[in-house]
């Protein structure tokens, strides 16, 4: 009996912010901030600030359990019952992109592609905001870091994000003041301790940590802290999905990310359904939640193809993560982006640039930022790297000539190889 990898339920469901929920996680948490690089990245699990839902994060597995002793169903269906159905699928092919990169780590972790037929194909997508953040961020990052009187405050998986000629764990080593941090609220309690000293916290994220820096942003204005900083490179994710829906047509359907519709809603989907009439379903993290969600793309995509069968948006767009995701998403958090940013183009790396899908602060908060509108430009991708293939869906990690060869998470060549969310970095860690 094939199995699925039982995901630990405070890993991410627990984790999510929901729709109802008040946006505020405990700011009285005090968390070291003398991390040493080297240090494995392994949040603290008391931290009441790990609500906030940060798509960075390792995606462990707590253990395994037979399928048939899943006692659940989702939406009526037992779990076995859609496993068997998606193993038998003799249909034509189906390409199904999970755009994010949690759901790719949980699909290789829980044992889901051995479970499907051949016939149905899953690719990864451009959900990992690592591997999209451009060559000329991790730049600004360096030369700021770099700067005298200046620390540069970071999550550990950029620290070997490639740059135009270097990588900030390099810069490190010629001098430059980086911190690897676990939450951006550390800048608080360090700006408080190091008054003459300027922190620029490295923002970097979808819908789902937006609301996070909003919420700093909000208490460094409130303390009259002066010594705080954002260099921005948040992004929608919805827009990243158009694109590749307008770009890459062979794509059947979409497993959309749960924990960006926490914060967006469902509703925020509805119009790529009504324009492209493909299968969008939004899912959770935990195997059943996925396995859920693939099979409501497989019978979505079937209807589709059915020369008689007339198909509504509505069946084309669904929510099985109603648990956690409601129509209109979490309000609350919505409005303390909308406080704080607005939007404007921005670079992707792979996919170039895509109007109005970075947040940057707004005007009268423009004393907070350190230029993130200068980051205008990307660098070409090293010769023979294909990671602008795999994270629009072109290609499987083991489809380029250097992936575990010459790229590897010890010596990436190129952003997918560093996160832990990125695909190359997921695939080879699950060789």
């Not at 169903?73 to 998606?86: D, S, Y």
């Not at 193993?87 to 790719?104: A, L, N």
């Not at 158009?242 to 794509?251: C, D, K, M, S, Y």
């Amino acid at each position: 009996m094939s199995t699925i990898g039982e995901i630990n339920k405070t890993a991410r469901v627990g984790r999510t912010v929901n729709a109802d929920d008040e946006y505020e996680p405990d700011k009285t948490d005090e968390i070291d901030s003398t991390v040493n690089i080297d240090d494995e990245y392994e949040p603290d699990k008391t931290d009441e600030i790990d609500r906030t839902v940060n798509i960075d994060d390792e995606y462990e597995p707590d253990n395994t359990i037979e399928i048939d002793k899943i006692d659940n169903t989702i939406h009526g269906t037992p779990i076995e019952q859609m496993a068997e159905f998606l193993s038998d699928y003799h249909g034509p092919e189906i390409k199904i992109m999970e755009v994010c990169g949690t759901h790719t780590a949980g699909i290789f972790k829980s044992g889901i592609r051995d479970i499907l037929s051949d016939k149905i194909r899953l690719i990864s997508g451009p959900g990992c905001p690592v591997c999209v953040t451009p060559t000329s961020y991790i730049d600004a990052c360096i030369k700021w870091a770099k700067t005298p009187d200046t620390v540069l405050l970071s999550f550990g998986d950029m620290l070997k994000v490639p740059g135009e000629e270097s990588s900030l764990s390099k810069a490190i080593s010629d001098g430059a003041n980086v911190r690897m941090i676990y939450s951006p609220f550390e800048a608080i309690e360090l700006a408080k301790a190091e008054p003459e000293k300027t922190f620029i916290v490295a923002a970097v994220g979808f819908e789902t940590t937006a609301p996070s820096y909003a919420l700093l942003l909000d208490e460094v204005i409130d303390l009259g802290l002066a010594n705080v900083k954002l260099l921005t490179a948040l992004k929608e994710s919805i827009p990243a999905i158009e694109w590749v829906l307008e770009n890459e047509p062979a794509i059947d359907a979409f497993l959309c990310p749960g924990h960006v519709a926490v914060i967006t809603g469902v509703a925020a989907f509805a119009p790529l359904a009504e324009q492209y009439r493909k299968p969008l379903v939004i899912g959770g993290f935990e195997p059943e939640h996925i396995l859920s969600a693939i099979y409501e793309i497989v019978l979505a995509v079937e209807k589709t193809r059915n020369p008689v069968t007339s198909v509504a948006s509505a069946e084309l767009l669904r929510n099985v993560y109603s648990e956690a995701v409601s129509n209109q998403g979490n309000l609350r958090a919505q409005h303390i982006v909308d406080k704080y940013f607005t939007r404007d183009n921005a670079i992707w790396r792979g996919l170039g640039n895509l109007p109005n899908t970075g947040y940057f602060l707004k005007e009268e908060y423009a004393r907070y930022d350190v230029g993130s509108r200068a980051i205008i430009h990307d660098k070409a991708l090293p010769v023979g790297c294909a990671c602008a293939d795999v994270i629009t869906g072109r290609k499987n990690p083991d489809e380029c000539s250097m992936y575990a060869v010459k790229c590897t998470p010890f010596n990436p060549y190129g952003p997918c190889m560093v996160s832990s969310e990125g695909a190359c970095g997921i695939w080879y860690r699950n060789r």
